[in-house]
């Protein structure tokens, strides 16, 4: 047997205990867990550890392999907790001893424990690929496994197991990457590709095409027998915004993703035209660069501009920019040819030009714009680090009141926006921050903002300055900490409302069409003049500042001062009672979502607004049963849909993936009535009418059941709850006797011994002796694979050997080697647990129906599902009932009585499936109370 490390196996090894010593330890194991002892399951751990030495992959891999909890995949488990343990003990040897620890891990245990962590809940992945040292050297013999798990299309397994084990090299991006973003799983996509840059690319190439307009979807889909594809996330709007932040993510140029570069541009054109056109007052200066690096020298985006010219009936405009450009004449809408071929000359051509761009200066000058007042001498651009110390005495030892402001390069430009100037002004200096230069040193950057902003001496004033905030900590995330401790921050844009709320014309009314909105607006309500606003949307990113920029940025954090003195002035000349502090604000960017609670809110208002509607449909005066009742709940009412069912009423339950016109299609087709919640009801009603829809106005489950079973009458009785397979809707069931089912679950168990064997040799078969979770459909499959990977699996090492033998000789000798049970009555509660049948209804259950024994089917060739069988139930459950549509197993129990008394208060007096008075002896019992 290969080692993965290349060590050789110590000749003095300690024996491999015997399957009975083994077999006690799971028992003690599974003894302790029931009564949640974890601290004795971690001594047993270490204990443990300590006895087997060099053999305690082996045994890992036998307790893993005959855990009942973890192939149930729960969550919390005690291998998990062993596990843990273990992985602490083996990181606390020293050097030599965990050298010899690994000298006896062979790529037949790696294999192994892949595959055992694949089958338990993916927190275990980690613990075991650090024990198993699955991370490290040369791992590709695990590739087989992998591979055959994507044959079965488990793309998100493979995934995550593939970027634990960094495997990336091993797959292409359309066996994993592409599945997952059809699927609507970019999260673990992120992940996957997040340190390697060839993945990056490949992605984003492959996402680049979705993002053209007319792409055809289903072609691209078509062929690739991807199950769940979410063609709702594939359309051109929701793939750029998703290239737009992987791009970002992944530090990468736009370039690499031609379709979505040239849609960008094309906005950021149409955005240019139409301030332009309709704001002429906030184009700045350099607006025709801006256009020449929208288009650069893309045809398309060149054709497009000329057009747009047209369309703003600018002809002049589109002439002088199909010159800039060099159109040639045959791309050139007729217009602008004829009114190139009647240019008289160069010159006037020229004069032409000149005249047509001092027009447009002429527009800004007839505004008379509100001015600095300070001399440009009191402006500073802070752009050294011996600067900042000057400019942070000066702000915090003589001002109490600094005006802040900030600006950076317009977003439609480029994949990433990130805060180029902080403007700080005081009455009598004005201090303009260069960012990028001083935040190359962190420290002073956040020394110079932790003056200023969390200085509770000085009262900091802006306008809409949250939205600045966010921004910074987004472009600068190691000044999070000093924001979120921002004192004295007052926002003149809450304070304004605050004034306007107690006196709407307290501001008076803007005298120009022309004047802005927002603090522009405020300047001229005050002032009588408006801001110039032409640098707003100008490059801050370009070194050196422009004059006018410096201008600009100036004025903006100066004139917060001013505005402020003189809305002081208006309170107390109106004599108005308000605090002039009330507009402090200090939030801070979350990384937790924090429209959650909003949104539920805002769904419970809607709920509200909804319950005035008037509902045509009237409740049904006859009662009718269950049975007679067909619905689809969307996705807001699932724990609904699963409680109907639970009572008999034949339910179709939407998918979380799935949209609510998936209800309206089922509605239609199947003569469904759709349940549902919120403001979606109108719409849902609009398209299937009032009667095939209803408004569900209860928010809990539990009252939402009744709401429904009385609006349309039902009548439940016993014999109608669990009537219905849980997992399928199903109604037909095959009944089987225990001895029967004893049969199947006998040939099921040799069966998965013998894939296991074909697998992994004899030797496999020792570990693995387990009657729970493992389903290899596919073992020739991944045999194949395995031998694709030069693994052979058919010598074991000396001690392995000895143990194998033992366990061969055990079977020879008739010994079974199963997972112990719980004593009898345990056992029922927990199959009830799963579900119970109590008895099914005769009408329900199909005598046409049996378990093949030949390939363990029912019904339509379905499979029957036994992993949740243990051999101790054939003798205390006398009938099982198989689900004909999705195998699922049922048998009777506890649960049964245990949900009556759950829907008791819904329930109508009748007999049960087998015509008992069940209501009337948990009556007699306490079981419920009287009804």
């Known amino acids: 047997m290969q080692r993965p490390h290349g060590r050789r196996v110590p000749t003095s090894v ?3 205990p015997t399957l009975s010593k083994l077999q006690s330890w799971l028992e003690e194991f599974e003894k302790l867990w029931t009564g949640r002892k974890d601290a004795e399951i971690k001594m047993l751990a270490e204990k443990l550890f300590t006895e087997v030495k060099q053999n305690v992959f082996e045994v890992i891999l036998f307790l893993m392999g005959n855990s009942q909890d973890h192939f149930r995949k729960k969550t919390d488990s005690w291998t998990k907790t062993v596990l843990k343990r273990f992985l602490e003990l083996k990181e606390s040897l020293q050097k030599n001893e965990k050298d010899l620890f690994d000298a006896c891990l062979t790529q037949e245990m790696q294999q192994r424990a892949l595959y055992l962590a694949t089958c338990g809940h993916y927190n275990v992945l980690s613990l075991i690929c650090h024990l198993f040292r699955l991370d490290t050297g040369d791992n590709r013999h695990l590739t087989g496994h992998l591979n055959v798990m994507l044959e079965r299309q488990q793309f998100k397994e493979v995934c995550r197991c593939i970027t634990q084990l960094n495997l990336q090299h091993c797959f292409s991006i359309h066996q994993v990457v592409v599945p997952l973003v059809l699927q609507d799983k970019v999260n673990l996509v992120e992940t996957y590709c997040k340190k390697h840059k060839k993945l990056q690319i490949q992605l984003l190439q492959y996402l680049d095409q979705f993002c053209a307009n007319g792409f055809d979807v289903d072609f691209a889909i078509g062929n690739l027998g991807v199950p769940g594809v979410r063609k709702d996330k594939l359309c051109p709007r929701v793939m750029r ?3 737009a932040r992987l791009l970002k993510m992944y530090n990468l140029e736009s370039e690499i993703c031609p379709n979505y570069d040239k849609t960008k541009n094309m906005g950021a054109l149409k955005y240019l035209l139409y301030k332009r056109y309709n ?13 020449e690096q929208a288009v650069g020298d893309n045809h398309i985006l060149q054709d497009e501009l000329i057009l747009q010219f047209i369309c703003y009936d600018d002809l002049q405009a589109a002439v002088k920019w199909a010159k800039k450009l060099n159109v040639s004449s045959d791309r050139m809408p007729e217009q602008v040819v004829a009114a190139i071929a009647e240019a008289q000359s160069a010159t006037e051509e020229e004069d032409w030009e000149a005249s047509y761009t001092t027009e447009e200066a002429v527009v800004h000058s007839t ?23 000057n400019c942070i005495q000066h702000l915090t030892k003589v001002n109490k009141v600094i005006g802040i402001d900030m600006e950076w390069k317009p977003s439609f430009l480029s994949t990433t926006s990130r805060v180029a100037v902080i403007q700080l002004a005081c009455y009598t200096q004005i201090y303009l921050i260069d960012v990028p230069v001083i935040a190359q040193n962190p420290d002073c950057m956040v020394w110079l903002m932790e003056s200023i902003l969390c200085d509770k001496e000085i009262l900091k004033l802006g306008y809409g300055i949250n939205h600045d905030l966010q921004m910074l900590v987004k472009s600068y995330p190691f000044l999070a900490d000093c924001v979120k401790k921002t004192l004295r921050m007052n926002d003149l844009a809450s304070l304004q409302s605050k004034f306007e709320s107690m006196k709407p014309d307290i501001f008076g009314t803007p005298d120009s069409d022309m004047i802005s909105k927002g603090l522009s607006g405020l300047v001229n309500r005050c002032f009588g003049q408006p801001l110039d606003k032409r640098e707003q949307m100008s490059d801050w990113e370009s070194r ?6 410096i201008v600009y940025g100036a004025l903006d954090a100066y004139c917060l001062l001013e505005v402020f003195d003189f809305m002081k002035v208006l309170a107390e000349s109106s004599s108005l009672d308000i605090d002039m502090e009330s507009g402090i604000t200090t939030k801070t960017p979350k990384k937790v979502k924090p ?14 607004s909804l319950a005035n509607l008037s509902i045509s449909s009237d409740r049904h005066k006859d009662p009718i049963s269950p049975a007679d009742l067909s619905v689809v709940c969307d996705t807001m009412l699932q724990g609904l849909g699963k409680q109907l069912r639970s009572c008999g009423v034949d339910v179709k339950i939407l998918e979380n993936d799935q949209d609510h016109y998936q209800a309206v299609k089922i509605a239609k087709t199947e003569g469904r009535i759709i349940l549902t919640r919120g403001t979606p009801y109108i719409s849902l009603r609009s398209q299937v009418g009032d009667d095939r829809c209803y408004l569900v106005r209860s928010l809990k489950a539990c009252d939402q059941l009744v709401e429904v079973l009385n609006f ?14 849980q997992m399928c809707n199903g109604n037909g069931y095959a009944k089987v006797t225990s001895a029967t089912m004893r049969i199947a679950f006998e040939k099921k168990n040799a069966n998965q011994q013998q894939q296991h064997s074909m697998q992994f040799g004899p030797a496999e078969m020792g570990a693995y002796s387990d009657p729970y979770g493992f389903d290899l459909d596919d073992a020739e499959d991944e045999m194949e694979f395995f031998l694709d990977s030069d693994v052979t699996s058919n010598k074991a090492s000396g001690y392995y050997d000895d143990y194998v033998n033992e366990y061969i000789s055990l079977e020879n000798t008739n010994s079974k080697f199963n997972i112990p049970t719980e004593k009898p009555h345990e056992q029922e509660d927990e199959g009830a647990v799963a579900c119970s049948s109590n008895g099914y209804k005769e009408s329900f259950v199909s005598s046409d129906h049996t378990i093949n024994l030949d390939d363990l089917t029912v019904g339509d060739g379905v499979q029957v599902q036994m992993d949740v069988l243990q051999e101790s139930m054939f003798d205390n459950v006398d009938i099982f009932f198989c689900c004909i549509k999705c195998g699922k197993i049922y048998w009777e129990g506890k649960h049964f009585c245990n949900v009556l008394e759950q829907f008791s208060h819904i329930l109508h007096r009748g007999p049960d499936r ?8 948990l009556e007699q019992n306490d079981g419920i109370e009287a009804m």
């Open 914 to 921: 087998q015509g008992r008075d069940v209501l009337g002896s």
């Open 544 to 549: 050196p500042l422009s004059q006018s920029q």
């Open 595 to 608: 429209r959650k609670k909003r949104d539920k809110e805002k769904s419970v208002n809607a709920v509200s």
């Open 241 to 243: 915004k998703l290239v």
């Open 367 to 389: 505004v008379d714009y509100y001015q600095l007042n300070l001399p440009f001498e009191k402006i500073v651009v802070v752009d050294q680090e011996y600067m900042v110390e």
């Open 14 to 16: 300690v024996t491999m």
């Open 279 to 291: 704001e002429p007052a906030s184009c700045s200066s350099n607006w025709e660069d801006f256009v």
């Open 712 to 725: 349309h009458n039902v009548h439940v009785t016993p014999k109608d709850i669990f009537s219905r397979c």
